[in-house]
């Protein structure tokens, strides 16, 4: 019996908590920022924390820290209940969850840069290295062009200074990483903000709570403050 107790009451404690995913970095950031002025109380030291779990007990909040690409995957299993994604992201992982909330945060464009010597016109099958595979693949197909998509994790930029590419596909903020490795941007793809995301059980579970954490962040979103 003792037992049953102690995992019950684990159980209830972690039912209580609203479990959020968070990609470590600028959007982590950016979405405290918002969390703040929708008048969630998070403490300072949560800015500078290692740990890849936090919990907030005054809030009923859980926190998981975790690489960009795979808070969807988190959230579509259930282990997060929500999370914050970046558009890039969604769309090359293509998972089961609701998008519910555009926080227009991490503002960037994907594009495709090359060197400036490269041309398209005399390039039967060009190559196109990327992090975001089938994101490329898809825009390249709606463009009507065959390509070969070249998968690659980091640096995606040396990519046509060694001959592995003709072309790539990244994101873009400011320009600086392509013009500082002699690249020129040859076309806008789309534009990317981060995406407040949810799990579609969750969102029946513990909906007053998902839609109230929304309403705030939608207001503050919109240029007002809960504060």
Not at 136 to 160: C, D, H
């Amino acid at each position: 019996m003792d037992e049953r107790v102690n995992e019950n009451t684990t159980e209830n404690n972690t039912d209580r908590f609203l479990t959020i995913a968070m990609p470590k970095g600028r959007i982590f950031d950016e979405a405290l920022g918002l969390l703040r002025r929708a008048g969630y109380d998070l403490p300072p030291e949560f800015d500078d924390s290692r740990k890849l779990i936090i919990d907030v007990e005054e809030a009923d909040l859980r926190f998981i820290l975790s690489k960009p690409m795979d808070v969807p995957t988190y959230v579509e299993h259930g282990v997060a209940d929500a999370g914050v994604a970046g558009k890039d992201v969604m769309i090359e992982e293509e998972r089961d969850v609701y998008e519910v909330l555009d926080l227009k945060i991490s503002e960037c464009y994907m594009a495709v840069a090359a060197l400036p010597s490269y041309d398209a016109k005399t390039d039967i099958a060009p190559k196109i290295a990327t992090k975001y595979p089938n994101l490329a693949a898809g825009y390249f197909r709606e463009q009507g062009e065959q390509v070969e998509i070249i998968k690659l994790n980091g640096s995606i930029e040396l990519a046509p200074l060694i001959g592995l590419a003709d072309r790539i596909v990244d994101i873009v903020s400011t320009g600086r990483t392509l013009k500082e490795n002699g690249l020129v941007e040859t076309e806008t793809m789309m534009p990317i903000t981060s995406r407040f995301i949810v799990n579609p059980v969750s969102y029946r579970m513990k909906a007053d709570r998902i839609d109230e954490m929304v309403e705030r962040l939608e207001q503050v979103v919109e240029g007002g403050s809960m504060r």
